[in-house]
């Protein structure tokens, strides 16, 4: 059964904070997605990556860094924690065709105080 | 670049009804359009796809149909169950391009026992 796992549910976080979202995946694909989740807003593309210490900025990178140093391994990074990016954080991971375009993950519902 | 339009935002039916989603695109080099469902808690899952050279397919209650010349596809449920409240996205991505999937908003749907 094919996964992509997320290191957090809730998270809980301060204002100026460095937050680390981590995703993996067992599937071997090549590209790794970060989607914001908000109300009315749909899934908004933060960043992805179609190999390994590869990465594009999607269409909200603003506030956000990634870091791809292992295949499987895909991580969302908030420098400085702000209230505007309380929201819910999805993965994804998939291949470049075919069916299995994307797996998400369960999500990480963050908060900023 | 590509952009989705996803209609209704909200959808209330009876259980046994059958709920019609529908969604247009603009960059007519799209060619491959998923569904995905999303239950409360968990990310999204792919439920049905179809590419550009197919008109129509179906599983079990699912269906998708699409018409190029319009740009416009659409999701229908027939003999709606309490289990298929959730919300829905449709998306277009361009196989032989970008691979990126560009997103409506979601749908939210309602099935009232």
Redesign the interface.
């Known amino acids: 059964d094919v996964k ?1 796992t997320q290191s957090s549910r809730y998270l809980v976080k301060r204002t100026g904070e460095k937050v680390f979202l981590e995703c993996v995946q067992d599937m071997d694909h090549e ?1 790794m997605f970060w989607y914001r989740q908000d109300p ?4 908004r ?1 933060i960043y ?1 990556s179609y190999d390994v210490k590869m990465k594009e900025k ?1 269409d909200i990178p603003e506030g956000y860094s990634v870091s791809r140093e292992k295949k499987e391994r895909f991580s969302l990074i908030l420098e400085s924690a702000s209230t505007n990016q309380t929201s819910m954080y ?1 993965c ?1 991971s998939g291949e ?2 075919g ?1 299995d ?7 990480t519902r963050l908060t900023v105080l | 670049g590509e952009n989705v339009e ?1 209609h209704p ?1 909200t959808l209330s039916v009876q259980e046994g009804d059958s709920a019609v989603i529908k969604c247009t695109y603009s960059d007519s080099a799209s060619n ?1 359009f ?1 569904w ?1 469902k999303q239950e409360l ?6 439920i049905i ?1 179809i590419r550009s050279n197919v008109g129509e397919k179906k599983d079990q209650r699912i269906a998708v149909t699409l018409n190029k010349t319009a740009k416009h596809f659409s999701l229908h449920i027939t003999e709606t169950q309490p289990e298929d409240s959730a919300v829905y ?1 449709c998306a277009a ?1 361009w ?1 032989g391009g970008s ?3 560009t ?4 749908t939210s749907l309602i099935v009232h026992p």
């Open positions: 992509v590209n009315g807003l749909g899934l593309l992805f999607g999805l994804a470049p065709t069916s375009t994307q797996y998400f993950g369960p999500g | 996803q935002s491959y998923p995905y808690g968990k990310g999204p899952q792919l796809d996205f991505i196989e691979y990126i999937p997103f409506g908003r979601g």
